[in-house]
């Protein structure tokens, strides 16, 4: 067995359970390990009552997050871990809602219920345990497989359809064959899940290192035809998947970089999603405006864009016309503005409103006009940014 290493906050949590009761770890934390790779939430269960277990941890603000199924989340030195009530599921409605539980003392009785052999491994401490003995073999050959009948374990939860396509394509497992056939039998069934849910999943697809493999694997098993049938479409007459290959291991802001990539030329399906209006309207601003830069623009079309759109939305139009194309030029003129902090938006002018009323002009839509005539002027050349030269043709146009 390959020796667990724990932190020491895992491991005071783990012997606390295991003095009032059993404690385990499950899941992730397990699996990543086994796989060589850094764990990140560490998520525990346990045969202890739920009353009990509040009263055990009452010093680190234990908060319930689903008490009908056993959970409380504590807050231990500065992070949150999940205690759950080792359980098994009884009975779900057509949406995914569980109708009724049943708690347990036998950890192989909870570890029947996960999704995946790979997730279905116990740590007590001491020992490993598993579902079965496809747990370990899956494993060591790097192999993602439902527990039991993957129908069945999908028409429980067909989120599980994305979030196995998601493990295998960061984890860069290989999905056993009768998995991937209970997937395309069983495709239709993603059409079930909650738009929230599904885009939370596909959310988590995108901000993982490896989201080119995920995408590849959501399109060669039909799930993206499912849920973005257009997008499906323009996969590979757009090269998008090269393009996500290119920007594997983006840090997880750039998020919106690569929804841009994928609905490049099927917004429309943007609307399928719930965004939030500034994600929205960052992903609108690339998409509408990509083609409105070229590698040989000038720096004041370069400025005019950013001045239209935002210079973080214009540094992503940059990041993906620069993946297929020579963008240097652009790229140079760009940070050379930024460099010289020429002045782009109406806040660097060295003139205000202010300025102006003092001058005598009143109308807020002539202040607005000269306002922005001044801007086109210091934007074409920012040697004219300055206050005494910019009022007095102000001043010399009243006359």
């Known amino acids: 067995m390959k020796k667990i290493i724990l932190t020491k906050d895992i491991e005071m949590i783990l012997d606390v359970l295991n003095k009032f009761g059993k404690g385990y770890i499950v899941g992730g934390y397990i699996r990543d390990y086994l796989l060589g790779l850094e764990p990140k939430d560490c998520d525990f269960c346990t045969d202890i009552e739920y009353g009990k277990l ?38 779900f409605t057509n949406f995914r809602n569980i109708l009724e539980i049943e708690f347990v003392e036998d950890i192989k009785e909870d570890l029947k219920r996960r999704d995946f052999t790979i997730n279905a491994i116990a740590f007590n401490g001491k ?13 060591e050959n ?30 860069e497992l290989i999905i056993f064959e009768s998995t991937k056939q209970d997937i395309l039998k069983c495709k239709k069934e993603i059409k079930r899940v909650a738009i929230e849910r599904v885009q939370d999943e596909f959310f988590k697809i995108l901000k993982g290192k490896k ?61 399928i999603l719930k965004l939030d209006n500034k994600t929205k309207k960052s992903i609108l601003n690339i998409i509408n405006n990509i083609d409105n830069i070229n590698k040989e623009s000038s720096s004041y079309e370069i400025k005019k864009l950013i001045l239209k759109i935002g210079i973080d939305d214009f540094k992503s139009i940059l990041e993906i016309r620069k993946l297929n194309e020579d ?48 801007l086109e002027i210091v934007l074409k050349n920012p040697k004219f940014n300055i206050k005494e030269y910019l009022l007095k043709r102000i001043e010399e146009d009243i006359i």
């Open 142 to 171: 790097r192999i993602l497989r439902f527990v039991g009948e993957g129908e069945e374990r999908i028409k429980e939860d067909p989120l599980r359809i994305l979030r196995g396509i998601r493990i295998a394509g960061e984890k």
């Open 54 to 91: 509040k009263e055990i941890f009452k010093d680190y603000s234990p908060k319930e997050i689903g008490k009908a199924f056993g959970i409380i989340q504590i807050d231990f030195n500065g992070k949150k871990y999940e205690i759950a009530k080792l359980r098994k599921d009884i009975k």
């Open 127 to 139: 020992e490993l345990i598993y579902n079965s003995y496809l747990g370990k073999k899956d494993i």
């Open 327 to 374: 963008f240097l030029n652009v790229i140079i003129k760009f940070k050379k503005i930024i460099k010289d902090k020429e002045p782009i938006f109406l806040k660097d002018l060295l003139i205000s409103g202010d300025d102006l009323i003092r001058l005598g002009i009143k109308d807020g839509r002539k202040i607005k006009k000269y306002l922005d005539e001044s």
């Open 211 to 271: 989201s080119s493999n995920s995408i590849m694997l959501l399109k060669s098993l039909g799930i993206l035809k499912e849920l973005f049938p257009q997008t499906n479409r323009e996969i590979n007459e757009n090269n998008i998947l090269n393009k996500l290959k290119k920007i594997d291991g983006y840090k997880n802001e750039d998020l919106i970089l690569k929804l841009s990539i994928i609905f490049l030329k099927s917004q429309k399906e943007l609307e």
